[in-house]
Structures are given as structure tokens and as C-alpha cells.
């Protein structure tokens, strides 16, 4: 008896079980859901969501500063805002919209005149 030396090893079975199992799992992977039960909290259903009215401060180019449809210059904006506001609820929410070409110093000047008013959240707008 003798040995080949240059033993040759057919592969081309091993190919066709592994291309015959790939096809199955392409078929069946798809069709596999997985599906986790989640038990949800029940909501409130006496409380409504309130929808609190927001201010918004508008700053133009020429630095006028339009507040509830009145125009204002920035001297005689800090006074007529703590005026306006007076009685106005405190924790309600503050935009401030500005021109994009105006310096950033009179932005930081409005947010300043808002935080002297007692507010206590206030936004920047962007557009």
C-alpha cells in the first residue's frame, strides 16, 4: 500500500452544506420576530396638560425692542419690562429673538434685564 504524498482535499461539499444553510437562515431570520411585553404605567387622566403662556422679546437692527406689539429703545426697555411684568408669573418661559446682525453685548443686555425681572427661564431663538 502506499501513501499519495500531495493528498488532495475536496471542499466542494463542505461549500454546498454551508451555501444550503445560509440560504435557510436568510429565509427564516426574517420571518423570526422577537417580541418583549411591556406593561405601561397607567397616566393621570384628571390632569390636562396646562399650556403656560410664554413671552417673547424681539430685538430688530436698529436695536428697537419690540415687547406684547409696543416698540421700546433699550433705555426705556428695563423700566417698561419690570413695569409690564409686574404681576406676571415668574417661572414662565422667555424667548428672546434678535437680529443675527446686531452685536451679541445687547442679546446679553436683554437676558440681564430679564434676570433683574425675576425670571427665571429664558431662551434664545434662533432661526
Request: net charge negative; hydrophobic share 40%.
Amino acid at each position: 500500500m502506499e501513501w499519495d504524498e500531495n493528498p488532495d482535499l475536496n471542499i466542494t461539499p463542505l461549500i454546498d452544506v454551508m451555501l444550503v444553510l445560509m440560504a435557510i437562515f436568510m429565509i427564516t431570520i426574517p420571518v423570526m420576530q422577537y417580541q418583549e411585553q411591556i406593561e405601561l404605567p397607567d397616566g393621570s387622566r384628571s390632569l390636562k396638560v396646562s399650556e403656560q403662556k410664554t413671552l417673547t422679546v424681539e430685538i430688530d437692527r436698529e436695536l428697537n425692542i419690540h415687547y406684547n406689539s409696543e416698540v421700546y429703545t433699550l433705555e426705556s426697555f428695563p423700566d417698561a419690562f419690570r413695569f409690564k411684568t409686574g404681576d406676571a408669573d415668574k417661572s414662565q418661559a422667555i424667548y428672546i429673538n434678535a437680529d443675527k446682525e446686531i452685536a451679541y453685548e445687547h442679546v446679553i443686555y436683554l437676558l440681564k434685564v430679564v434676570k433683574q425681572s425675576g425670571f427665571t427661564k429664558a431662551s434664545l431663538l434662533t432661526l
